[in-house]
């Protein structure tokens, strides 16, 4: 399993140059993580795979736009 310290985090397509909202993800050997890019010491969500194939499925749906 790849420690989260030693994740490698890409960050959003969809985040701005100016920081806002900026996320970024980590592929891990059997979960992946989330950290907010501008506080890369500061928490992070780890979703197991099921969970976050069901979550990109629902955003890329566009059934979680706020609009």
């Not at 992946?32 to 795979?49: E, I, N, T, Y």
């Amino acid at each position: 399993m790849v420690p989260i310290s030693a994740a490698e985090w890409k960050k959003s397509s969809r985040s701005t140059d100016t920081g806002d909202a900026c996320v970024e993800v980590a592929g891990l050997a059997a979960a992946v993580a989330v950290r907010d890019s501008k506080d890369p010491d500061g928490p992070k969500l780890v979703f197991g795979p099921a969970v976050w194939q069901a979550f990109a499925t629902e955003a890329k749906s566009g059934a979680l736009d706020l609009s």
